[in-house]
């Protein structure tokens, strides 16, 4: 039974986690205004009571939303934080870990206590946090080769340079890699460094002995390093995708099991001469969101991506290429699907003749004029009815007005089977943001889905898609 003190530790580090306001969570606790003004007070002293109704509404909010069919459901993973900056991020990939029915159970290593606190990591893992070797309490209550045991996968997130050195070389000087050298079970590693510390030629033959004897990896990340102007491969991968490689790693039970999905991303560009071509503001978000989800579910995923700079969903086969006829070719290229989702904002137009050369001003006169002939549609293309049409061909429509009517006609016009409709006006913000309102249209009917972040649309997309194609051929 927790004590009060405890629990008012677990209360406030949930809060500084950045879960919940204290308003916010006064509010789904159904406090009162004297409670709630206690709750904001400095001096907060609250009553047992109180307490108890916070208890039961964080642990409310943490498991919101369970999808029962995730593959993480009922998982046991054993987090090893080791001491980077990006030890922060943990505690959103606790907290989305549990939202899927996994249980967390965190090792925090001297220097990843430096980055993250205990407390904060015992509350959003609701479990008690391991940090000592020789801790006799510890070893009474569990032992640390049960720790390691006791769990269907162990994941070093963030894994230092210095973890992973200790990992190659088989070092057992602290309880992570104690555990990580006694375990029996799967491996994961997100590493997290300075850019030059991860092309370092000690790092990288750190991390293929490692891969070499089974041990996998999420990340690193292009990016902006913490470190003032630093910028290059080595961020810790996003709790969202190594949310997404575990759950490609567990899904091999999936309920997309033996499909074989296609996904087209990103935009295309289109060379005028050399050096400049015709592009569009796509970022590849929702496609590569989508092929991660699907993978997830457990098909056979490739994606056929145009230039973006997301990085590559764990578990899927990337084909990368440039123009919509280098798209059309890759698409036919992977061979016959189950699904197909055309992701990707094609471009409409090519330059009847793209220059070799760059085209100078002075061989032109004031105005230029380039002439454009249509590219092949590619979802048309794969739509077309024949032996060899996938089971459920899916289009976007990207629109500024009428978006439902434009997208219903699109639908017949392509021959799919679903469009899923938004508005990329400008203001709304679709085009390279975070987020995306959408319809589904299908023969049948016209869902509207709230706005939802572009990870939710893809997740749920690809559910509705596995809900289709349950019991078929
Ligand atoms: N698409 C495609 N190949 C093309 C053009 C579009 O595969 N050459 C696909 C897109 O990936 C998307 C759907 O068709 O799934 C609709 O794309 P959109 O840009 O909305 O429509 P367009 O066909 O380009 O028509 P319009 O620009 O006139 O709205």
């Not at 049960?146 to 057992?172: E, F, K, Q, W």
């Not at 009815?385 to 439902?404: C, H, K, N, Q």
């Not at 990329?424 to 709230?450: I, R």
Request: hydrophobic share 45%.
């Amino acid at each position: 039974m927790a004590t009060v003190k405890d629990t008012i530790h677990r209360v406030r580090a949930y809060v500084a986690a950045g879960h919940a306001s204290k308003s916010g969570l006064a509010v789904s606790a159904g406090l009162t205004a004297n409670a709630l003004r206690g709750l904001e007070s400095a001096e907060w002293n609250p009553t047992a009571e109180t307490l108890s109704k916070l208890e039961a509404a964080i642990s409310g909010s943490t498991v919101v939303d369970v999808p029962q069919d995730t593959a993480l459901a009922g998982k046991r993973i054993l987090l090893i934080v080791a001491g980077g900056i990006a030890a922060y991020k943990c505690l959103e990939l606790i907290r989305r870990l549990r939202e899927r029915g996994a249980a967390v159970r965190c090792v925090l290593t001297e220097a990843g206590a430096r980055f993250v606190t205990p407390l904060s990591l015992a509350a959003i893992s609701g479990d008690k946090v391991y940090q000592d070797l020789f801790s006799l309490t510890d070893e009474s209550e569990i032992g640390h080769i049960r720790l390691a045991r006791d769990a269907d996968l162990v994941l070093v997130a963030p894994a230092t340079a210095d973890i992973l050195a200790r990992m190659a070389a088989g070092i057992a000087n602290d309880l992570a890699t104690t555990a990580l050298l006694a375990t029996d079970q799967p491996v994961m590693v997100a590493p997290a460094m300075n850019p030059r510390m991860w092309e370092h030629a000690a790092t990288q033959s750190n991390i293929a002995a490692l891969e070499g004897r089974g041990v996998s990896r999420v990340g690193p990340a292009a990016g902006e390093m913490a470190e003032a102007d630093a910028w290059g491969v080595g961020r810790m991968a996003e709790p969202a995708d190594i949310l997404a490689a575990l759950e490609a790693f567990f899904g091999a039970g999936g309920r997309l099991r033996g499909r074989r999905a296609l996904v087209t991303s990103g935009p295309t560009i289109e060379a005028i001469d050399p050096v400049r071509y015709i592009a569009n503001r796509s970022s590849g978000k929702q496609g590569h969101a989508i092929a991660a989800a699907l993978a997830r579910l457990g098909a056979d995923t490739t994606l056929v991506s145009g230039p973006t700079e997301q990085p590559d969903p764990p578990g899927v086969a990337v084909v990368n290429i440039e123009s919509a006829r280098d798209m059309l070719a890759a698409c036919e290229a992977a061979g016959p699907s189950d699904i197909v989702v055309c992701a990707a904002a094609v471009v409409d137009w090519r330059v009847a003749e793209a220059a070799p050369r760059k085209l100078k001003k002075k061989d032109r006169k004031q105005s230029q004029t380039l002439e454009l002939v249509e590219n092949p549609d590619i979802l048309a293309t794969l739509s077309r009815a024949g032996p060899g049409r996938p089971r459920l061909v899916v289009g976007f429509a990207a629109e500024t007005e009428s978006v439902i009517d434009n997208a219903i006609a699109k639908r017949a016009a392509k021959g799919c089977d679903w469009i899923v409709a938004n508005d990329v006006s400008a203001g709304t913000g679709t085009f390279g943001g975070d987020s995306n309102t959408v319809h589904l249209v299908s023969a049948e009917e016209v869902e509207d889905w709230p706005t939802l972040a572009k990870e939710e649309v893809a997740e749920r997309l690809a559910l509705c898609i596995a809900d289709a194609l349950e019991g078929a051929p």
